[in-house]
């Protein structure tokens, strides 16, 4: 069974940036581990993804050129680098993963979640 667990949220100023870690255990299948949000009152929405194993690496538009996830195979690891941090990336952030099959943005698509780490931009 596969389990997820965030760290690294918190609170910054707009411009301001911080770094998300997913660490991933129970499996060393390969897949995709993606990064989703969700604002209140709003649905999930995919923000980032990452073929592991691999350099295929996926953007939301909304966070293009500000956001970079990377992954750090030999510590099972999936980090998100948010940099020029607005406040609309407010939300809570999950990673999510998908063994042997490829990324999509679809959050349904992923069975493995993990709890959501707070992310707050104040302006």
């Known amino acids: 069974q596969v389990q997820l667990a965030e760290s690294g949220g918190g609170s910054a100023q707009a411009g301001g940036s911080l770094n998300l870690t997913c660490v991933a255990s129970?499996?060393?299948?390969?897949?995709?581990v993606g990064w989703f949000r969700q604002a209140p009152g709003k649905e999930h929405e995919g923000v980032a993804a990452i073929r592991t194993g691999t350099d295929r690496i996926y953007y939301a538009d909304a966070v293009k050129g500000r956001f970079t996830i990377s992954q750090d195979s030999a510590k099972n690891t999936v980090s998100l680098q948010m940099n020029d941090l607005k406040p609309e990336d407010t939300a809570v952030y999950y990673c999510?993963?998908?063994?042997?099959?490829?990324?999509?943005?679809?959050?349904?698509?992923?069975?493995?979640w993990g709890p959501g780490t707070q992310v707050t931009v104040s302006s």
């Open positions: 999510a993963a998908r063994m042997g099959a490829p990324c999509t943005s679809v959050g349904p698509a992923y069975p493995h």
């Open positions: 129970g499996s060393r299948s390969t897949g995709c």
